[in-house]
């Protein structure tokens, strides 16, 4: 579908959970047609735009995972292609992502080359009021987070659904642990201050590991052969830095899907248009 772009103006508000900061430069509305967008248009229209604002020839590129960074992804591919892009490289996040890249003709290479990227752009399950994150609904998080942690610049990219008030209650919480005795690291998981008390359930992902609904009977297996834990919230995680700062403190987690002070720009599609919120 092509999009068409009216007039850009400064966001009033993006939603009533999740308030614009006020300095007009970091944050802008692209407005859009009144046509109705679908979810996954929606999605591409930001994939598409943080390529076009963030990527420039000569970059290292971390390429997310998940429904809204393929079209991040497929974007990179077309620059390339056109040659409005060149000496490109690229770090996937995910065998999938690999796979997407390679049959685009995007070049890749890989951490142990490559260091420093100069910009990362990936999808998010949710994001707070403070550009916290959730990830890892697709079960890439480990590599998400190692490739996205090296990046001088993160880019978020998601729809306006995926904007709260508060990480737990909306999408659960994942967690990569090793397989060994790893009903054993659960319950070390559940007896955490910030889960303990019934604040939380730990399930075990079963079936694919790209998605946390239960597809199958056997344990979900990631790209690096772990497991993952569901952590499901009742009420919003009071202090997601805390919460993440136990999680690794337990032997046997490898890595959590909550992403603090990592994002450098959040670009939100919604029914009114595109925002961006910059950090702080």
Partial sequence: MRFT?????????TASAFQPVTVPKKQQLLRLSSTAMS????????GYKAVDDYVKSGMVVGLGTGSTAYFAVE??????????????????????TKEQAESLGIPLVTLD?????????????????ELNLTKGGG???????????????????????????????????????????????MRIIGSLPSCDGGKCKPVLRMGSAANNKV???EIAVTDNGNY???????????????????????VGVVEHGLFCGMATAVIIAGSDGISVKEAP
């Fill in 5 to 13: 772009a009216a007039v850009v103006s400064v966001l009033v508000s």
């Fill in 215 to 217: 597809d199958g009977d």
């Fill in 139 to 185: 079960g890439a998080l480990f590599r998400e987070k190692i490739v996205e942690i090296a990046s001088d610049k993160f880019i978020v990219i998601v729809d306006e659904s995926k904007i709260c008030n508060g990480l737990g209650p909306g999408f659960p919480i994942p967690v990569e642990i090793v397989p060994f005795c790893h009903e054993h690291t």
């Fill in 39 to 46: 979810q996954d248009e929606l999605k591409k229209l930001v």
């Fill in 228 to 250: 993952i834990v569901d952590l499901h919230f009742d009420e919003p995680i009071k202090d997601p830095k805390t919460l993440a700062s136990e999680l690794k403190n337990v």
């Fill in 113 to 129: 080359t490559h260091s420093k990227l100069d910009v990362a752009i990936d999808g998010a399950d949710e994001v707070d009021p």
């Fill in 75 to 96: 974007r990179v591919g077309q620059k390339l292609q056109s040659g409005e892009l060149t000496d490109i490289v690229a770090i996937p996040t995910s065998v999938r």
